[in-house]
């Protein structure tokens, strides 16, 4: 018996098919995207990096003593003296995000260097003693510049 004036509301097999169908299609090329994951880390590293000199440039001015950038191929930390007239950096900053951490290498991807090697002192006098003059440093294919007069920490 069909009754007159109502319809029935409800998707086809075909319509149903068809959008099952776009969403597997879509869902091979997101999941493909999402499987290389190693350009993200290793931007995330670079960003991680520049902070850490940042912070490190910072601190200086804040604190009025001078922080000590150690960088090697496959690290970095930050250090500070003991006191601020000491010239050995034997105590760790602390990142400040982990306060229980020392500022150094939290996530270092595999594969990823640092060049050049280098020891720099970020001083309150907003200058950068250890370098030779303005550095550019690049992790991973990104660069930025460590201005040695300024300490002023630009990204290229």
Do not use: W
């Not at 496959?74 to 760790?92: E, I, K, P, V, W």
């Not at 990142?95 to 309150?124: E, K």
């Not at 690049?138 to 660069?143: D, K, L, N, P, R």
């Amino acid at each position: 018996m069909v009754m007159q004036g109502r319809f029935q509301k409800a998707f086809s097999m075909i319509e149903l098919i068809a959008v099952v169908l776009l969403l597997a299609i879509l869902a091979v090329f997101a999941f493909s995207r999402l499987g290389n994951l190693g350009s993200f880390e290793q931007k995330a590293f670079f960003d991680e990096f520049t902070s850490a000199l940042r912070y490190a440039q910072k601190l200086a001015l804040s604190t009025g003593c001078n922080v000590q950038v150690s960088i090697t191929g496959s690290s970095y930390a930050l250090r500070q003296g003991s006191t601020c007239t000491s010239n050995s950096f034997n105590r760790n900053v602390l990142h400040p995000a982990h306060r229980n951490q020392a500022y150094q290498n939290l996530s270092f991807p595999s594969g990823v260097t640092i060049s050049p090697a280098a020891s720099m002192q970020f001083t309150p006098q907003q200058q950068v003693n250890g370098l030779t003059g303005n550095t550019t440093f690049t992790v991973a294919g990104y660069s930025l510049t460590v201005y040695q007069q300024s300490g002023l920490v630009d990204v290229n």
